[in-house]
């Protein structure tokens, strides 16, 4: 990864916990400019090429429209699944189509793309004075927050020397309104579910995974060490209570922000028959929401990964098990015997994981060198995907990229890179 004056986090050990120290390194939310070079200098062979044709089609044609037009509300007012939906659908497709655009600036060098997602990013900046209200409004500012801040990292720090031709598209005054509103208009609704007088506090724990991962691109954005250590933090509390390890013992953990008895964690995690290595607290709930769960977790360590901070080798154990566990039901094998609720039923699959566990394969499969047979199995059966709400285009930006944003290279596998024909 480059590094330049300025832009290097520093670690030191507090308390035994890698923190954030001084300085980060930018662009630094989920992609690194060597990452995003590194594809844009590939896009000609798999699984790129196709994963970009994807987001070009005609399904994904409204957040990649070069005509595009903002929809910014003063106030968006979000009800249980968005009923009543008074601006709901319309910030999560400009949060979309503004990291679509940001990214499809680097992978084809039109400019016209950068300009858009500064004027979806300013639309909202200079509109959004009320924030987010109704039930579903710390969820909705998570989505939209963590799709909106990828878009200005990438805008805001253009790489001359690797990036597309032209200059900076967008000036310091609308920076600064757009970290304004990341602070005043989502940080105050998506901090509501921590509060452990909150009744978000014990949600299902994909609020509090997109919530953390969320707080923690603020963070790098915004330059706040202290709530990027926080986040971090958060997320340390989130893992243990949100996916099952035997070693955890008889039940599953707790978060600090939730406190749980035995009966009510049951209830909590929809009354699992067994309790298995890699169990999610939605398994039993369905597939879905676990892939919304999983793609803010493994998202929020590969920022933290960019940052120097190694969430993902702290609970490499969890997570792959997990990834692995689920993985299984996706894939029509013979998935562990597991019934949910009362009367015991089988897991609901439904839509499930597709659209995640690339970035989560990148690192432990490609990187780390491990075997994840049954989430190679899944995502080249998927690949690629669009995703939905926080979680886009993981094949486009993640797809067996390995230590691309080191300039480490990769390690060769037998379904990578084909050249175009």
Known sequence: MRRTAGCLLLGLFVSGQVVAQTVLVHPGVLVTNNQLNYVRDHIGQEP?????????????????????????????????????????????????????????????????YATNAVDILNAWANTLKGGHTNENAPLQAAWAAELFTRAAEIVKYYDPGGGPDG????????????????????????????????????????????????????????????????????????????????????????????????????????????????????????????????????NAAETARIQGVDLYGAEAERITKAMEFHARFQNGGSPPALSCGTPPQDVVINHGMIGTLEIGYNHYAIRQGMSLPETQKFLEQTRPTSGEFHYRWETLTHGLTGNADAKQGRKKHSHQVKKEQ
């Open 48 to 112: 790129w090429k196709s994963a970009l044709a994807l987001v070009l089609s005609n399904g994904n044609a409204k957040y990649t429209n070069l005509d595009y037009v903002p929809h910014p509300r003063e106030t968006v007012d979000c009800g249980s699944s968005s009923n009543p939906d008074n601006g709901c659908h319309e910030e999560t497709d400009d949060a979309t189509a503004a990291y679509t655009q940001a990214l499809l600036w680097r992978y084809t060098r039109n400019k016209k």
């Open 167 to 298: 200059g900076n598209y967008w000036s310091q005054d609308d920076k600064d309104k757009v970290a304004k509103m990341f602070k005043d208009q989502y940080l105050p609704s998506i901090e509501q579910m921590f509060d452990t007088q909150s009744k978000y506090a014990c949600y299902n724990g994909n609020w509090h995974a997109s919530g953390i991962e969320a707080m923690l691109n603020i963070a790098v954005f915004n330059r706040n060490t202290t709530l990027f250590d926080d986040a971090v933090a958060k997320w340390r509390g989130l893992v243990p209570a949100y996916i099952y390890l035997k070693s955890d013992g008889p039940l599953p953990r707790r978060t600090p922000w939730c406190p749980r008895n035995d009966t009510q964690i049951v209830k909590q995690w929809f009354v699992p028959s067994d309790w298995i290595d890699g169990l999610s607290q939605e398994t039993c709930r369905d597939e879905g929401h676990v892939a919304y769960g999983f793609a803010a977790i493994i």
